[in-house]
């Protein structure tokens, strides 16, 4: 008699359907449970293990070769869990009593008679292990926008705006609800500001920057099809015009000038679009659409000036414009003390600079050697300059990993400029507008800690996805579109 084996049979293929809905859901997660970068907020182990499963499953669903193309940024993020690792490895008393900041702890090892006790590189060894697990957020969104179609890349757009516009809302909601609303998802956060699904002001004005960016490029997409879509293009249109109010309500000085430049930008692009649309469809107008086409080009003149003339003058009379306020004002206590602090923190990094005190220990480290005259009831969580803290938590080895990450994110780039250079302005386009969103997390890194920040470093991920996509598609897009 046979015996009959039960066993579990997977497709070959999953369809892309399925792909996007898993992406979806999990963009859906992360951008409610990871609006903070705290390691005590409530949410955040739940959504790590979220994060898990839905790795594991992208690796299931995940199309024969297409982990090839992610291949790069995956090994980066694969050495920075390793140095991490590394920093909460147990080291002899004789070499890590040695280590810069070290020698007080060890002091208090001898008073309490424990002379001979161990301890890892890192300072704070459960904050660096909470760094470690952070990184599961953007694995697991490497993995899954991996599978992802490359012609379908532009989708990755729409929910960078579609996450902009939920954010915005729930800041609509926040201010008709007061600062003392549940609305407000963090109990440490902002009160007051317009923060949306976010802890932080700069966080959500950062966020609204990228979205002028995504409503940019997309209405420039909708411009170059041959069925135009009015509501769709009005609906995008608006939501510039949304995003630009509430960044200057916000009160985030960093977003006020991403959101200047990211007006400028999606303003020439659409001015670019609008320009070869045609040339692009390779049609004849007709002269009905001639006399549109020229009411339109004056209106793209007029309309932006005399929209953001009023707005920008409402505002700033009712007393709501924050981020301009503040601008004008000069700098206020925290950004005196964190202007103070800077000594303070290049100092560190000169006696930290060869294998950092663990990543997650900046405000421990700083609080060793802080000056008399900072000290207050509240503490410096951050240097809220990531170029500075990164390599003072990581040291050399993690500063060599992010420069790989720089030097590789720079040459893909350029190649899909120097690809599209030559192509209808179209596709060049969309590369100028990526670039100008990595230019953003450059940029914000200055004066604060973005990609520190879950939901922000899921999307960051969606940006290389569609920078390595955008380069695998080639000349296709074209044809395509």
Request: a positive charge; one cysteine or more.
């Amino acid at each position: 008699m046979k015996k009959t084996k039960l066993s579990l049979r997977l497709p070959q293929e999953f369809s892309p359907r399925a792909l996007w809905v898993v992406l979806i859901t999990f963009a859906l997660i992360v951008t409610v449970m990871g609006g903070g970068s705290r390691s005590d907020i409530a949410s955040i182990p739940l959504l790590r293990a979220i994060a898990v499963a839905f790795a594991f499953l992208a690796i299931v669903m995940m199309p024969t070769g297409a982990v090839r193309a992610i291949r790069v940024p995956l090994l980066l993020l694969a050495a920075l869990a390793f140095w991490m690792v590394l920093q909460l490895v147990p080291l002899p008393v004789g070499i890590w009593s040695a280590l810069p900041e070290r020698e007080l702890i060890h002091s208090i090892d001898v008073l309490l008679g424990h002379p001979n006790r161990w301890r890892p590189l890192s300072l704070t060894p459960s904050l660096t292990l909470n760094s470690l697990m952070s990184l599961v957020v953007p694995a697991a969104a490497l993995l899954i926008v991996a599978g992802i179609p490359n012609r379908d890349r532009h989708r990755l757009w729409w929910l960078l705006w579609a996450f902009a516009l939920a954010s915005s809302g729930l800041a609509l909601l926040q201010f008709m609800a007061g600062p003392r609303s549940p609305l407000y998802l963090y109990r440490i956060t902002n009160e007051g500001s317009l923060v949306g699904l976010f802890a932080n002001r700069n966080h959500q004005a950062f966020l609204l920057s990228f979205g002028i960016l995504a409503s940019s490029w997309l209405l420039v997409k909708e411009m170059a099809r041959k069925v135009r879509r009015p509501l769709v293009t009005a609906a995008l249109g608006g939501s510039i015009i949304l995003f630009l109010i509430l960044i200057l309500v916000t009160g985030s000085r960093l977003g006020l000038m991403c959101g200047c430049i990211a007006l400028v930008v999606g303003y020439l692009v659409i001015c670019w679009g609008f320009r070869i649309r045609y040339r692009r469809l390779n049609v004849v107008p007709s002269e009905k659409a001639v006399r549109s086409d020229t009411i339109a080009r004056y209106a793209l003149v007029v309309f932006p000036v005399l929209i953001v003339s009023v707005t920008g003058a409402l505002i700033y009379a009712s007393g709501r414009a924050s981020s301009i306020t503040r601008l004008l004002e000069g700098g206020d206590n925290v950004s005196e003390v964190r202007l103070a602090a800077l000594g303070t923190v290049l100092a560190q990094l000169r006696e930290q600079w060869l294998f950092g005190s663990g990543f997650g220990s900046f405000a421990k480290l700083f609080q060793l050697a802080e000056p008399d005259e900072l000290l207050q009831p509240s503490y410096l969580n951050h240097a809220h300059n990531d170029w500075l803290q990164f390599p003072l938590e990581g040291g050399l080895p993690a500063t060599l990993v992010a420069i790989a990450a720089i030097v590789w994110v720079g040459s893909s780039l350029f190649a899909l400029l120097r690809q599209r250079w030559a192509g209808d302005g179209v596709g060049l386009i969309e590369a100028i507008i990526l670039v100008t969103s990595f230019a953003f997390l450059a940029i914000g890194s200055l004066v604060d800690y973005p990609l520190r920040q879950p939901s922000i470093m899921m999307f960051a991920m969606f940006l290389i996805a569609i920078a390595v996509k955008g380069r695998a598609d080639g000349s296709g897009w074209r044809k395509r579109n």
